[in-house]
């Protein structure tokens, strides 16, 4: 794929971006119903409570769907795509503010082969996950008894669905109906629905998931506590060493002024003023150097940006929008990176302004997908419903192509005419101070690795390592 001049470019571009626009025009997503108007309960996932990364389709397990044919409208947004969304009708008739009985929607005819993938499932503690209007519901697939040799599937979903006005606030799911899983044998998958009227106001249906008690999280206070502490501690013991040391010199600069010229100039330089004949000297690769600053400056961007929409807008009540926004803040900021990396190549004296611009443009896209293919092999092998569909890749690539690229060129065209002249308070020394020779910890190997060690640590650390663990 190349870059295509013109308006079929920008066409492209533009439909991109609203691709990207994390809002669909559809019925459900306005979210009111009228009395006995369908609403749609969409299976979603399913996969081991203890590792919420591993989800697989509903439907992968021999669940099987009601008798409700017709499928609504759905639209997969790109952020839901990326994440494994993978919303699949679940056949269940439920109208708005009209109650089911307990009725049995469909039969599962439990051959050996069923059976094993079921009890395969409860003894991984596998859940499932559906959505009714945006809201989510998570339920428990099966249990086992203490003793580990029959396992039981939940067969019943009580459904309890609050509505406020005309609208869903609140839905709880109540998994009944243990029956016992013996091969060769039919089981009746049963629900009912019950709608209750709610005070919860529809601004605020989301606040029960927000409750620290409705998912335990272990939000290790202490530990966060400990590095801020840390952090704090550090930052006080390299300024104040700094300060010692600009302070000094400073002195013995002032010491300096009241000698005649003659004796200042015979001694060299010292201090921190050693730098100022080699602190502005062009980088041994300018090239992938201004590349990295340039996609540093972007990434803050990026982070400042979606945190604050974030906390204004609440982002988490819309499955996926928090990925679209990081994608379309990433794609709208790239004349950030362009601007930087590209005046930072101009001014270290750089002349193949275009590789650079392709690389700086490409580093961290290329790093992101080529790490997300490479799970996603690994994902498509297992079948797991993280998988990113082909026409997925090809959207965004077509974004790296069509949007990041162009706007990258724009801001490396404003970076190397408004600041891309040198410009530096002095001179750059003809000949290089030496270096001195550096102590084995100061080697780059070693470096990597203590940087990587810290982050690392503190990941494993968090990261539950048993999978029997229970949270
Ligand atoms: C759901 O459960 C919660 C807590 O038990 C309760 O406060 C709420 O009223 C229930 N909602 C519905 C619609 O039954």
Known sequence: MRPLPGAPGVAAAAALLLLLLPRAQADEHEHTYQDKEEVVLWMNTVGPYHNRQETYKYFSLPFCVGSKKSISHYHETLGEALQGVELEFSGLDIKFKDDVMPATYCEIDLDKEKRDAFVYAIKNHYWYQMYI?????????????????????????????????NRIVDVNLTSEGKVKLVPNTKIQMSYSVKWKKSDVKFEDRFDKYLDPSFFQHRIHWFSIFNSFMMVIFLVGLVS????????????????????????????????????HGDVFRP????????????????IFAVSLIVIIVAMIEDLYTERGSMLSTAIFVYAATSPVNGYFGGSLYARQGGRRWIKQMFIGAFLIPAMVCGTAFFINFIAIYYHASRAIPFGTMVAVCCICFFVILPLNLVGTILGRNLSGQPNFPCRVNAVPRPIPEKKWFMEPAVIVCLGGILPFGSIFIEIPLSPNRRS
């Open 133 to 165: 209007d945006d809201l989510p519901i998570w339920g428990i697939v099966g249990e086992a008894d203490e003793n580990g040799e029959d396992y039981y599937l939940w067969t019943y979903k009580k459904l309890e669905i609050g509505f406020n006005g």
């Open 283 to 298: 980088s041994s690769h300018p090239l992938i150097f201004s590349s990295l600053i340039g996609s540093g400056c972007q």
């Open 240 to 275: 104040m060493i700094l300060m010692r040391t600009l302070r000094k010199d400073y002195a013995r600069y002032s010491k300096e002024e009241e000698m005649d010229d003659m004796d200042r100039d015979l001694g060299d330089e010292y201090g921190w003023k050693q730098v």
